[in-house]
């Protein structure tokens, strides 16, 4: 006797059809439709949704955020999630830990993919790379770097992953490989020739990308890498003594915070640095252990506030971001709120945003 057929996804439609419709539900409404049958639940776990959402251009930007706490051997994962019955209303919902102990990984998202590379374990950096397939959230190794790295500097330009930093040059191996970058199709590293460099810093505080070019801040200085043209140039003075810390770019204008705890933009193009304007009132003005991502051409902001006893309290921010006629970055906040309480011996590590 032959299996039985499998019933379509919606009946009277072919499952192609189909397929196109599920496709453009929103995400926040994919626990629902899971429940109405195994076919569904099947369809929505499957890598086929995801490629026909990316097709038709539905992907919608997620947020991950990693905190770390001295009980846990491992960091802490998270996912922002929005209710469909009540959007306004947002927290952070905890996912599968990565499976290994370190501290210094560098993080970079390429895809629906998030790779944490190297890291440290007893002062020993590792090559190690974990990937989280942030569509059914599951780890798996990835390929090892050349050399062990912590606190490096990463950055993804034309599907490509690139790594710098993190390692002394003490020998020919570390040297050659001071750069490397993944081709995750064939999943392997090689080596970027980086013999023009004058800052070879062991440890990178902060990376970026803009058009094309990977920025890398070490304590000293910095070094731009331009894809491209496969240059290698010093990061200039304006830029190096107003970033410190996290970051994240849009439309070209590069965020992070200054010593008075304000948020500013370095405009790339007019190569100066701007004030983040109407955002004052509504956010504090010191974020402790503050950083930020471009979601979907917001600015998010996540920062650590402590609450009642021993709880610390995630508050997340998005932000509009804009340049008004004159030229000023203008930002309206869409909304604030706190999204998780957790012990207050836990930090945040950092947050990043996958389309999905």
């Known amino acids: 006797m032959s299996a039985a057929a499998t019933p379509p996804l919606i009946p009277s439609l072919p499952d192609d059809v189909a397929v196109n419709i599920i496709a453009r539900v929103p995400r926040s409404h994919h626990p629902a439709l899971s429940l109405v049958s195994r076919s569904f639940r099947s369809l929505l776990s499957s890598p086929l949704l995801f490629a026909a959402r990316r097709l038709l251009r539905g992907t919608e930007p997620s947020l ?39 501290i ?21 950096a590792l090559p190690c790379v974990w990937v989280l397939d942030c569509r059914f959230h599951r780890w798996e190794p990835g390929p090892a770097m050349r050399v062990g790295r912590e606190f490096a500097a990463a950055g993804v330009v034309g599907e490509k992953l690139y790594v710098m930093g993190g390692c002394t040059v003490d020998t020919w191996s570390r040297a050659s490989h001071w750069a490397e970058v993944l081709d995750p199709g064939a999943r392997s590293w090689a080596a970027v020739s980086s013999s023009s460099i004058e800052v070879r810093e062991k440890w990178m505080h902060a990376s970026a990308v803009v058009d094309g070019k ?15 043209k496969a240059v290698w140039e010093s990061v200039e003075s304006e830029l190096d003594m107003g970033w410190r810390g996290r970051a994240c770019v849009i439309d070209g204008v590069l965020y992070c915070y200054d010593y008075l705890g304000k948020i500013r933009g370095f405009d790339m193009r007019a190569r100066v640095w701007k004030e983040l304007k109407g955002v004052g009132s509504g956010l504090p003005k010191f974020l402790c252990g503050a950083t930020m991502a471009n979601l979907g051409g917001n600015l998010v902001v996540v920062w650590e506030r402590k609450g009642g ?13 804009k340049k008004d006629e004159y030229g000023e970055l203008v930002g309206c906040i869409c909304w604030s709120d706190s999204v998780l309480e957790v012990s207050n011996e836990s930090s945040i590590v950092t947050c990043l945003a996958v389309a999905l």
């Open 64 to 102: 991950y955020l990693t905190l770390r706490h001295p009980s846990s051997p491992t960091h802490l994962w998270f996912t922002l999630h929005s209710s469909p019955t009540s959007p306004e209303r947002r927290r952070l919902v905890p996912i599968a830990p990565i499976p290994s102990s370190s």
């Open 104 to 124: 210094g990984s560098t993080f970079a998202a390429l895809g629906p993919l998030i790779y944490v590379l190297g890291g440290s374990v007893n002062d020993v």
């Open 214 to 228: 990977i920025y890398a801040m070490a304590d000293r200085g910095g070094v731009v890498y331009d894809v491209d």
């Open 309 to 321: 006893g021993k709880v610390m309290e995630v508050w997340c921010a998005e932000i509009a971001v």
